[in-house]
Structures are given as structure tokens and as C-alpha cells.
């Protein structure tokens, strides 16, 4: 199994990024692809992720109205348009994948990280002020 990021960069703040999460090695569809992120002296958290079969989208309440996950099932790829940046958004963006997509829910919604099966090796954002 396979996750790879891309599009992490430097951008100003109230600037845009989109990140690319290609997946292999998996079921693409039976599978909860999902974004987390971990800023410097922080814990991990979720950011937003899919249900399985991407029939439902789920966003922290920190990057609701900004951030938008979508998907390309024919190139297996995940997306994460993310607007409006702020500096707060500074952090190391994980990709992850999860057979039982509660846990990827529960860490997007509750904070509460557990159970996420595959992560990719994530890409750095950084946001200036």
C-alpha cells in the first residue's frame, strides 16, 4: 500500500494549495481516504476526510467553509483544495487510509485518533503571515 502527497508549499496567508494524495495498493473505493495534519510541538489531528465509498465528506470545525476534499476515483487520487490560509494551517499534511472509516470520522469530528491503517509520509505547508 502506497500514499503519496503532494503539493505542500509556501504561501502567504489568505493564499490557496491544493494537495494530491495518489493511492495504491488498496481498494480505492472500500477504503476511508482521509487528510491529518501535525504542526510543530502539536499532536496529530484530523482535518477532513471521506466515508467509505466517498458517499459523505466530514471536515474539523478548524478549516470548515475552507478546505474541500475531493476525489478522482479513475486516478485514484484524493484532493484537498485548501483557501484562505492561515498561519495556524502551518503543518506536515498526512494522507491515511482506513478500512473501518469510524476511525478516520471519529479523529475528523472528535479529535479522537485511533485505528487509521495505512498513512502516507506527508507533505510540509507553510503558511506566512
Known amino acids: 500500500v502506497q500514499l503519496v502527497e503532494s503539493g505542500g508549499g509556501l504561501v502567504q496567508a489568505g493564499g490557496s494549495l491544493r494537495l494530491s494524495c495518489a493511492v495504491s495498493?488498496?481498494?480505492?473505493?472500500?477504503?476511508?481516504i482521509g487528510w491529518f495534519r501535525q504542526a510543530p510541538g502539536k499532536e496529530r489531528e484530523g482535518v477532513s476526510c471521506?466515508?467509505?465509498?466517498?458517499?459523505?465528506?466530514y471536515y474539523a470545525d478548524s478549516v470548515k467553509g475552507r478546505f474541500a476534499i475531493s476525489s478522482d476515483n479513475a486516478k485514484n487520487t484524493v484532493y484537498l483544495q485548501m483557501n484562505n490560509l492561515k498561519p495556524e494551517d502551518t503543518a506536515v499534511y498526512y494522507c491515511?487510509?482506513?478500512?473501518?472509516?469510524?476511525?478516520?470520522?471519529?479523529?475528523?469530528?472528535?479529535?479522537?485518533?485511533?485505528?487509521?491503517?495505512?498513512w502516507g509520509k506527508g507533505t510540509l505547508v507553510t503558511v506566512s503571515s
Open positions: 491515511t487510509a482506513s478500512w473501518d472509516d469510524r476511525h478516520t470520522i471519529m479523529a475528523v469530528t472528535s479529535g479522537y485518533l485511533y485505528g487509521i491503517d495505512y
Open positions: 495498493g488498496l481498494a480505492f473505493d472500500d477504503y476511508a
Open positions: 471521506f466515508s467509505k465509498h466517498k458517499t459523505t465528506t
